[in-house]
């Protein structure tokens, strides 16, 4: 346990120099999220690189710049993000707490993977999809955050992870969120289910700690189910579920 | 083995709680000039953030001065790790249209406008360079030579051609076995694995000198956030 915390945490500087491999790449950027310390670290350490780039800087070929202006004409320029952070109109428990912090982590992790996203450079374009279907799927989570009925519950699951809910009848959709949830036994997964009049649906998959929107229609859904099931998901729940959470109607 | 750099400050813990308001302001941010482009080569921080702004805003000529600040800092950090002038000149050239189209995703808190360009700039060299190394890879099994040339290369290079006085002098104030795992992972473009690999090192070994080493640099340089 110890062991592993440690070895998180001495990736800054790997990480910082792009010296990671991907895989590590996205779970230290994960662990960054939650990590404040990390976070002054990589900053720390980016500045530093920062100095070595400069101090290689050389003349770029006379051509560039003429190219480089001629083709931002034709890039249309991203958006800015929506702040997780941002005052939102929030009814509830969440007026009180603000966003609950694990909540804000996981976007903030989804966002650095966004970004990141975009600037990788091979297999470019399945990249990109794949940034813009975070982009679309950040934009989907807050707006069931910023909704104005958005309602929150929270919860334990039988293995010990914190849960949370936030759903939206406006917006037909809700987020679920976890911390502290273990890897599944090998061969299982985690599956999420909406209680819809006594009739679980599948409502998609959660691998490990983080937020997911859940597939199907918030609206009307009594409850928001988790089990485990064999890799794969199944149709309708096999085990007994780990958390069964009531949504207020 | 770990004496500090000649000159070097001593050390403080890596998180300075209150330093991080002591950065100095001296020259006030010129509000009513739209465009200034510091045509010495050398923009300011402040006037780089100011153009930020409004190339945030779709401002082209805000762009074209923002160019002149950075090209010569991401031209000269991808041809450090790509090598190869064409192949570097795309990927620079990519770099500046993604800094355009992500202009608006900057976040001052997070780092200056400077390190927020090398940080893009150098993912993306090093991206090119692994993913030709893997198709390299896939066609002959005789990379793992032809890394070591190529490793040689490079530091000779970082060695002979390092262009900023400041940052050549805190290097050599590194133990040599620091200074290698930050200039292979950074120049090289290599993994801390391939790092440890290339230096017959322990992979935790490594991991400590990347941090000790740039924990040295941060503090020789000066460098706050």
């Not at chain 1, 794949?130 to 707006?143: K, N």
């Not at chain 2, 090598?83 to 995703?105: F, H, K, N, T």
């Not at chain 2, 690999?197 to 503090?219: A, F, N, V």
Request: net charge positive; proline share 7%.
């Amino acid at each position: 346990m110890n062991q592993h915390a440690s070895d998180v945490h001495g990736l800054a500087a790997p990480y910082a120099l792009d010296a990671l491999d991907p895989a590590e790449r996205a779970q230290y950027a994960a662990h960054l999220a939650a990590c404040e310390a990390c976070r002054q670290d990589v900053a720390d350490f980016r500045a530093t690189a920062a100095r070595l780039a400069a101090s290689v800087a050389q003349a770029a070929p006379e051509l560039m710049k003429e190219r480089t202006l001629a083709a931002v004409d034709h890039v249309r320029q991203l958006p800015p993000r929506v702040h997780a952070a941002a005052p939102v109109p929030l009814r509830g428990v969440l007026r009180r707490k603000a966003l609950p912090m694990a909540l804000a982590a996981s976007l903030a992790a989804a966002a650095s993977f966004a970004g990141l996203a975009a600037w990788q450079h091979q297999e470019k374009q399945q990249l990109e999809q794949r940034a813009r279907q975070s982009e679309q799927r950040l934009d989907a989570v807050s707006g069931v955050l910023a909704a104005p009925d958005a309602r929150t519950v929270h919860g334990r699951a039988g293995n010990g992870a914190l849960t949370s809910v936030v759903a939206s009848d406006l917006r037909n959709r809700a987020v679920f969120t976890a911390t502290g949830l273990p890897a599944p036994p090998a061969g299982r997964t985690y599956q999420l289910w909406l209680d819809h009049d006594g009739t679980m649906r599948p409502a998609g998959f959660i691998r490990q700690d983080g937020t997911v929107l859940l597939d199907g229609d918030a609206a009307g859904a009594a409850a928001v189910g988790l089990t485990l099931e064999p890799a794969g998901g199944s149709p309708q729940p096999t085990t007994a579920p780990l958390l069964l959470m009531a949504l207020p109607a | 083995m770990d004496t500090p750099p000649p000159g070097g400050r001593p050390r403080p813990p890596l998180h300075p709680a209150a330093a991080a308001g002591a950065r100095p302001v001296n020259q006030p941010h010129p509000m009513n000039q739209p465009h200034p482009t510091g045509s010495s080569g050398h923009t300011r921080p402040a006037d780089l953030a100011a153009l930020m702004q409004q190339v945030e805003r779709g401002d082209k000529q805000a762009f074209s001065a923002l160019y002149d600040a950075l090209a010569p800092m991401v031209f000269g950090i991808v041809v450090k790790v790509v090598r190869d002038r064409a192949q570097s000149e795309e990927v620079a050239q990519e770099v500046m249209i993604d800094l355009w189209r992500q202009a608006a995703r900057y976040r001052p808190e997070a780092g200056s406008v400077t390190t927020w360009a090398s940080t893009i700039a150098h993912r993306r060299a090093v991206d090119r360079v692994r993913s030709a190394q893997a198709a390299a890879d896939r066609e002959q099994a005789q990379a793992a030579r032809e890394h070591h040339t190529a490793f040689d290369e490079v530091s000779e290079e970082v060695e002979t051609r390092l262009a900023s006085e400041q940052v050549r002098r805190c290097l050599r104030g590194l133990t040599e076995l620091q200074r290698q795992a930050v200039t292979l992972a950074y120049y090289g473009g290599l993994t801390y694995r391939e790092v440890a690999q290339t230096l017959r090192t322990p992979l935790p070994t490594i991991k400590t000198r990347m941090r000790d080493g740039l924990i040295r640099l941060r503090d020789c340089m000066g460098v706050t956030t």
